[in-house]
């Protein structure tokens, strides 16, 4: 089967390392794809939004499975747009419908699909432009820290949490009548702040059956000891200590099965990811969002992990008949560590020549590009967050160390790395 992967990040060389050792792969594209996807397949000049072009281009290369990496796409609609072309429909394609997808693209959307399927979830009000003036008096009685959340996709960096009521109003402000986060903020969700320890479970679902794969724990600070601003994710690990089996026995009976029957009861057309980011609280879990795709840097410790053959689950899923899938993971515990440019999140500069890729790594140890392009003889920084390195352990202080390892000969101008992935389990 000729295989077609959208999107351009680490999850994307991760999604395109494991696609490929599947023998049911028989041709891998990756569109745009960066300069370490071209070591699993083909990259293809095309941007996961350009849904003409990409219809054309799966009809031209005869593309058996379509894999959709980023969010974008999918809140946009392409599911629907293959499924609504003749030509196109019977081509498998991974990541739900516009609907589905607004799980993530509207956190208004996503609120008001757990209230009505009783998934525990934070209290919440959401406002608008025209419901401006009552939410002022709402803040100035909430209860602190409060948390301001842009409805729409804002990159990673429409999550606010306000310490003060001063703050709280000042954003919410800024966040509707100044247009901070752009159309995202059109309304903003207002939430309580729960305390507790947050982690990421992935599950692959048809919209009616499931399959639960290793769940993982990122890290959004760019400072140590999660300080600083929030970025795209500077590390993560998997398993998650705390996660045992109690504990995930409560997610999948609280929030997994009661999603995924809302789905099927809502007549949701749901084929790909659902991304649950979780709040262990005391010892419950409450979801804080929805994605709808593989999260990044999550996938890549939880693909590394994963043994199935991710082609034959896609299929599966894709054929309605995951009811048959048991997922295998390797017991050995995953850590990445993600480079980044330094003045990330802020203003940074890219264009900067990567050394030392040449080098051999570790002996089980992974590394993946983020923002890398191949230009004349060199691969160089296209973004912030350039690359990744994943390696193994019996332990988080281990896997953390080897990661850590991995990284010594690879350097571009002003390379940052968090060193502390993992700080509280080591």
Known sequence: MNILLLGSGGREHALAWKLAQSPLCTRLFIAPGNAG????????SIQPTDFNALGAFCLKEEIGMLVVGPEEPLVKGIADFFYDEASLR???LIGPSRAGAMLEGSKAVAKAFMKRNDIPTAAYRVFDNHSFEEGLPYLQQHTLPVVLKADGLAAGKGVLICTSRDEALAEFT???RENKFGEA???VVVEEHLQGLELSVFVLTDGRNYVVLPEAKDYKRIGEGDTGLNTGGMGAVSPVPFADKVFMDKVEQRIVMPTIKGLAAEKIRYTGIVFIGLIKVGEDPYVIEYNCRLGDPETEVV???LQNDLVELFEMAATHRLEHAKIQADPRTACTVMTVSGGYPEQFQKGFPIQ???EPLPSGSLLFHAATRQEGGKIVTTGGRVLTATSFGSSVAEAAANA???????????MYFRKDIGFEFA
């Open 37 to 44: 996807t071209t070591q699993c397949g083909t990259n293809v």
């Open 90 to 92: 019977s081509i498998l």
């Open 174 to 176: 800024s966040m509707i």
């Open 185 to 187: 903020a059109k309304k």
């Open 303 to 305: 693909l590394p992990r």
């Open 356 to 358: 030392g890729l040449e």
């Open 404 to 414: 850590k390892k991995a990284l010594e000969k690879i350097s571009f101008q002003e």
